[in-house]
């Protein structure tokens, strides 16, 4: 009863802030920015120089804001932006003003680079005004391009709502170029309009520029944003204005085949060197201008990164994020769903299968799959996705189908309305039982989300229902409801989150730890502002608590910690964590099930001190430290760790990720010291050929991984990738597995 009245009570702040922000939004937000936009008399050539007739006859976007570290003047570094368009392009200009001697700072020369240390220029556009889902096109000093998708409502704050927010792996044709002056560089974007996701004829688009500086550590706007907000907020902006109705794309067809081979060898089982080739191919195709089809059939999954390997100190699974290229794009419609420990659907949960004789996760081969996703008009998104998995006998794994159904209705001015459908289907059977449907064989979800975020973006907050049935367990308390609300302003932050799991939820193709109990999650923080060295400052508290009806309470984590953020862009932030445990199974703390384990209806109690802090950037050496000194279970926790790294100029960084653990128990349970490394070393030999090599160490898993991928992109999106892999046992270097995978990829515009 308690949940339903503080569910309906967010329920009414959220309309209440809707009434409010139609009456104050006018008084809170400085006017919005407008450009007129001219097209273009003239050919423009993309080479960086800013010397066509149709620059010089453009409008200029100029006067930025300042958004750190102040956010109440104008910037200090100046910047201008210029607008046209044609038939076929839309075309972006411009003057970067420095007037600080040095060079610039870029990570490397590697497309889709990111970070605030950088020297960059940042187109951000919301074609349907929606101020929810935009694309972003930025341009260094050197001519690296990055693009990336938009999507949700982030407010900014520390409590994760799941949302996707910026994803650099969306890749797409556009050209550029930039130039290096005296005092200031210059640069051009032509982005094809059918590139973009428009609605034919408009007239009126949102946009917004922002700027890095790393001489200055300026960071600046062309529409004023809150600098308690983040940078990529499509609630604050301005407003392009064509002087003529903007064309139909046209056509956007592409054809991406590949082709691959290799050669692995597993020395566990003793096998011989297995050769393999594969061919396939993805296919993109834009039904309407907003409304995108993907197909892929036997797809080829060898040349994504290998993920970064983490020490796991909790009871539960880890959470490692997608990275495969074709279930990124629009990828909030599916996965923005509950939050970052009750999602109903998580992609990676397709094409692995779990091998119960070894324990392990196992590759599982799709064989083919179709996604149609994107905006059917101004108010209404949609997605549809179906996956067809391959049978594998070795491990008695039927063939299963993989489908997924969203529909997003955007409702007051940033909100929206959102359903899912899940269905992961037995389609083929076993090899006992040959084909058949395998209608007792599924597991399904089905939910329907209320995402809300004020016109000012001071208010986010949501509420979700999600119901799971499956062939195999009860369906009653087969459910997963949360809510939360957050106000977010530059001095407070205030946030409020709950959730209740049911002990039969069971979403198969989801990502959900721990089921069977109830949750409450507020926090409170408060900043101030000195204007010096110091840019903020403020202490905070976040507070867990874990329940269920049988047990009563089982965890809570009450975490007070102090902030600051130093005007060279470095951050501090220590604390002290209270916490409490029961366990409702055997745990050993040290995951090595070596030893004696801690027993199921213990309970411990216990406190730490923990601290972060972040260097600034910019210089060629920066790192991240974090450490977590005191109790752990029944005993004690000395951990330290972080990132070490070292920027080789524009062509490449190396980099250390460490981690130390020192578990200490008292006998006879095991102690232990974990010990994760893993340097990195990224080399950019040009804007087109890259080496990435990759070694880690983790004596938790027993594992030594090296990964080393060189990439060479010969033409726009088409690639060159030859790929090792190679992996030992950490603690006699014994070898386990070995593989090298060539593969080629061609994106064909038809």
Not at 148 to 161: F, K, Q, T
Not at 457 to 479: I, L, M, P, R
Not at 545 to 558: A, M, P, Q, S, V
Not at 591 to 615: K, Q, T
């Given at each position: 009863m308690l949940f339903k009245k503080i569910t309906l009570l967010c329920l009414f702040l959220i309309l209440q802030t809707y009434v409010f922000d139609n009456l104050s939004i006018a008084q809170s937000i400085p006017k919005v920015r407008d450009l007129q936009v001219k097209k273009s008399t003239s050919k423009i050539k993309i080479d960086g120089f800013l010397n066509e007739n149709s620059w010089e006859k453009s409008e200029i976007a100029t006067d930025f804001w300042q958004y750190f570290p102040f956010d109440t003047s104008m910037a200090q570094t100046k910047s201008e932006v210029m607008v046209t368009y044609d038939d076929e392009f839309m075309y972006f200009g411009f003057k970067v003003i420095d007037p600080v001697q040095g060079g610039y700072v870029t990570s490397s020369l590697r497309r889709d680079?990111?970070?605030?240390?950088?020297?960059?220029?940042?187109?951000?556009?919301?074609?349907?005004?929606?101020?929810?889902?935009?694309?972003?096109?930025?341009?260094?000093?050197?001519?690296?391009?990055?693009?990336?998708?938009?999507?949700?409502?982030?407010?900014?704050?520390?409590?994760?709502?799941?949302?996707?927010?910026?994803?650099?792996?969306?890749?797409?044709?556009?050209?550029?170029?930039?130039k290096i002056h005296d005092g200031y560089w210059t640069a051009e974007m032509a982005i094809p309009f059918k590139t973009l996701r428009y609605k034919e004829g408009s007239t009126t688009w949102r946009a917004n520029f922002y700027r890095l500086d790393s001489k200055t550590g300026e960071r600046s706007s062309w529409g004023h944003i809150p600098r308690n907000q983040t940078l990529l907020s499509l609630a604050f902006g301005g407003q392009l204005h064509f002087n003529e109705p903007l064309p139909k794309p046209g056509a956007n067809i592409a054809l991406i085949p590949y082709v691959s081979g290799g050669a692995s060898k597993d020395f566990e089982e003793g096998d011989g060197t297995n050769s393999t080739g594969n061919v396939g191919a993805d296919a993109k195709i834009a039904v309407t201008p907003s409304l995108n089809l993907d197909l892929t059939i036997n797809p080829d999954f060898s040349q994504v990164e290998v993920d970064v390997q983490q020490a796991n100190l909790t009871r539960f699974e880890l959470f490692f994020p997608e990275r495969r290229q074709f279930f990124l794009e629009n990828a909030d419609v599916f996965a923005s769903f509950g939050d970052e420990r009750i999602r109903p659907f998580f992609s990676r949960r397709i094409g692995i299968a779990y091998d119960s004789l070894t324990g392990q996760n196992v590759p599982n081969q799709i064989n083919f799959g179709a996604r149609l996703s994107g905006r059917i008009d101004k108010n209404w998104r949609m997605g549809l996705m179906t996956m067809q998995a391959a049978r594998d006998d070795n491990i008695a794994l039927p063939s299963y189908n993989y489908?997924?159904?969203?529909?997003?209705?955007?409702?007051?001015?940033?909100?929206?309305?959102?359903?899912?459908?899940?269905?992961?289907?037995?389609?083929?059977?076993?090899?006992?039982?040959?084909?058949?449907?395998?209608?007792?064989?599924?597991?399904?979800?089905?939910?329907?989300?209320?995402?809300?975020?004020?016109?000012?973006?001071?208010?986010?907050?949501?509420?979700?229902?999600?119901?799971?049935?499956?062939?195999?367990?009860?369906?009653?308390?087969?459910?997963?409801?949360?809510?939360?609300?957050?106000?977010?302003?530059?001095?407070?932050?205030?946030?409020?989150?709950?959730?209740?799991?049911?002990?039969?939820?069971?979403?198969?193709?989801?990502?959900?730890?721990?089921?069977?109990?109830?949750?409450?999650?507020?926090?409170?923080?408060?900043?101030?502002?000195?204007?010096?060295?110091?840019?903020?400052?403020?202490?905070?508290?976040?507070?867990?608590?874990?329940?269920?009806?049988?047990?009563?309470?089982?965890?809570?984590?009450?975490?007070?910690?102090?902030?600051?953020?130093?005007?060279?862009?470095?951050?501090?932030?220590?604390?002290?964590?209270?916490?409490?445990?029961?366990?409702?199974?055997?745990?050993?703390?040290?995951?090595?099930?070596?030893?004696?384990?801690?027993?199921?209806?213990?309970?411990?109690?216990?406190?730490?001190?923990?601290?972060?802090?972040?260097?600034?950037?910019?210089?060629?050496?920066?790192?991240?430290?974090?450490?977590?000194?005191?109790?752990?279970?029944?005993?004690?926790?000395?951990?330290?760790?972080?990132t070490l790294n070292y920027r080789l100029d524009k062509y490449g960084i190396a980099t250390l990720n460490f981690a130390y653990n020192k578990i200490s128990l008292p006998e006879p349970y095991q102690s232990a010291n974990l010990l994760l490394l893993g340097p990195r070393f990224d080399i950019t030999f040009t804007k087109d050929l890259f080496l990435t090599t990759f070694f880690q160490f983790n004596n938790q898993t027993d594992n030594i991984n090296i990964n080393a991928r060189l990439q060479y992109r010969f033409k726009p999106v088409s690639d060159f990738f030859l790929v090792y892999t190679d992996n030992y046992y950490a603690t006699n270097f014994n070898v386990k597995s070995r593989a090298l995978v060539a593969k080629l990829t061609y994106w064909l515009n038809l």
């Open positions: 680079f990111r970070g605030s240390q950088n020297d960059v220029i940042t187109v951000i556009l919301d074609p349907f005004m929606d101020q929810t889902n935009g694309i972003l096109f930025g341009i260094n000093p050197f001519g690296v391009q990055r693009e990336a998708l938009i999507s949700g409502n982030s407010g900014g704050n520390r409590i994760s709502s799941n949302n996707i927010g910026f994803d650099l792996s969306w890749d797409n044709k556009w050209f550029s170029d930039a489908t997924v159904a969203a529909l997003q209705r955007q409702v007051f001015t940033r909100s929206n309305i959102s359903a899912i459908l899940i269905n992961k289907q037995n389609f083929r059977g076993t090899a006992d039982n040959g084909f058949s449907l395998g209608s007792n064989d599924f597991n399904r979800v089905a939910g329907i989300d209320y995402n809300h975020a004020s016109a000012d973006n001071k208010w986010s907050g949501k509420v979700f229902y999600h119901q799971s049935f499956s062939d195999t367990e009860s369906n009653k308390d087969a459910f997963a409801h949360g809510a939360s609300l957050t106000y977010n302003v530059p001095a407070i932050r205030v946030s409020w989150n709950h959730s209740i799991i049911g002990s039969n939820y069971n979403p198969e193709v989801g990502f959900v730890p721990r089921t069977g109990f109830k949750r409450i999650f507020p926090g409170l923080a408060y900043t101030f502002y000195p204007n010096k060295k110091v840019v903020s400052h403020g202490p905070g508290i976040e507070t867990e608590f874990i329940w269920t009806d049988e047990l009563g309470k089982t965890d809570h984590n009450i975490n007070l910690y102090y902030s600051v953020s130093f005007s060279n862009t470095a951050q501090l932030e220590a604390g002290l964590q209270h916490q409490y445990t029961y366990l409702f199974d055997d745990f050993d703390p040290t995951r090595l099930n070596e030893g004696i384990p801690l027993s199921e209806g213990d309970d411990f109690e216990y406190l730490n001190f923990v601290a972060f802090y972040e260097s600034d950037k910019r210089p060629n050496f920066y790192y991240e430290i974090q450490s977590r000194v005191g109790q752990f279970f029944n005993g004690d926790l000395v951990s330290f760790g972080g």
